[in-house]
């Protein structure tokens, strides 16, 4: 059978210089597996995305545009250990369900997917047990946590008066039925997520979407970078003055500085030792004798695959050191003395040894 190109499903991510993200993996759901083999959309899988064609009629229309609208489900699933440290997972971490989605996205030949979360429901036969205006029941399945009365209804007695803050219970207006009537409720609960799943996809396609484009449509899974203060630790046997000991983005240009690094940032530990410094305190105790001072950074940086390479350190008007490696993900401290909102996450750090002779 002839095929066209229909669609891409891309992960993009900042942290790689193309946005080409290879750190999760997209499978269909059973169900849309089944789906598309009736409907002939073939996925052909690659590193950072899954591109599906559309089996033609004769006529060279998709058979799937027949059945539209068509309900697409897939799963992403982490592939590589380091994602967690270069994502700002922030978003996802405040869906229940997270779900990325085309549903109130404007038609596009490329469309950021909006994130949100997938609901569930349930429905119960209750009976009352003492028909009044508020009569309370325990839920067989506990409502989920925050829910409202007006996300619950009721067929066959009155209204929801109240549910409980912890979703076990339900208050209803009961005075219009008889004592040992039953009636059913349907209440939000807290939907099941796949195994090892990190967020899931669901695709609306209509007529429009399942017709083949001289250029297939991009539904894109936008993920954002992750942002952490950066703090250099200097072991130096120096003993002069340090006020003019500096980190510098010596990138040439006057493009803003990726990073910067101000005076009252800096900190000599070994005059000012601080006990919220882990890492601090630990290069003190294996360095004694020696100054250990801390640079940290003026704000967040967001995480990125080529390294800033023009870091420098230097001491006036002479470099000391030049191409200052960068902090590595996952490598960080918690730093609680310092003014926030550096003091509110994990600060990634470098250790610098710089001992003259």
């Not at 996300?151 to 004592?179: C, F, H, N, Y």
């Not at 003993?239 to 003019?244: A, M, Q, V, Y």
Request: hydrophobic share 45%; charged share 15%.
């Amino acid at each position: 059978m002839p095929a066209a190109a229909l669609f891409d499903l891309r992960i993009t991510h900042p942290f790689y210089t193309d946005t080409r993200c290879g750190d999760l993996s997209i499978a269909a759901t059973p169900d849309t597996d089944a789906l598309m083999r009736r409907l002939k959309l073939t996925p052909k899988i690659f590193a950072d995305h899954v591109s599906v064609y559309a089996g033609l009629t004769g006529r060279g229309t998709a058979v799937a545009a027949a059945a539209a609208p068509v309900s697409l489900g897939f799963v992403l699933r982490l592939n590589r250990g380091e994602f967690p440290l270069i994502t700002d997972l922030s978003s996802l971490s405040a869906q229940i369900a997270p779900l990325f989605t085309n549903a109130g996205v404007a038609t596009a030949d490329t469309m950021n997917l909006r994130l949100t979360t997938r609901t569930a429901s349930t429905t119960q036969t209750l009976v009352s047990v003492a028909s009044s205006a508020a009569e309370t029941f325990a839920l067989p399945a506990s409502a989920l946590p925050g829910a409202v009365p007006a996300e619950v209804s009721v067929s066959g007695a009155g209204a929801v008066k109240a549910v409980s803050p912890d979703g076990r219970a339900v208050t209803i207006d009961t005075s219009g039925i008889a004592k040992g009537a039953s009636f059913q409720i349907t209440y939000p609960v807290r939907p099941t997520r796949p195994p090892e799943t990190l967020a899931e996809v669901a695709l609306t396609l209509d007529a429009g979407l399942l017709t083949p484009a001289a250029l297939p449509r991009g539904f894109i899974i936008p993920f954002a970078a992750d942002a952490s203060f950066w703090a250099y630790y200097v072991v130096m046997n120096f003993g002069g003055d340090i006020s003019t000991l500096r980190i510098v983005d010596a990138t040439p240009g006057n493009a803003p500085r990726a990073i910067s690094f101000a005076d009252n940032r800096r900190t000599d530990l070994s005059q000012t030792p601080d006990t919220g410094d882990a890492a601090g305190q630990d290069l003190l105790r294996r360095n004694p004798g020696r100054r250990v001072i801390r640079f940290l950074s003026d704000a967040a940086v967001p995480a990125r695959e080529i390294p800033l390479s023009q870091l420098e350190l230097h001491l006036g008007d002479v470099k000391l050191a030049g191409n200052l490696s960068n902090p590595q993900p996952g490598h960080f401290v918690a730093l609680r003395n310092v003014p926030a909102p550096a003091s509110n996450g994990p600060v990634l750090y470098q250790v610098l040894t710089l001992l003259s002779n």
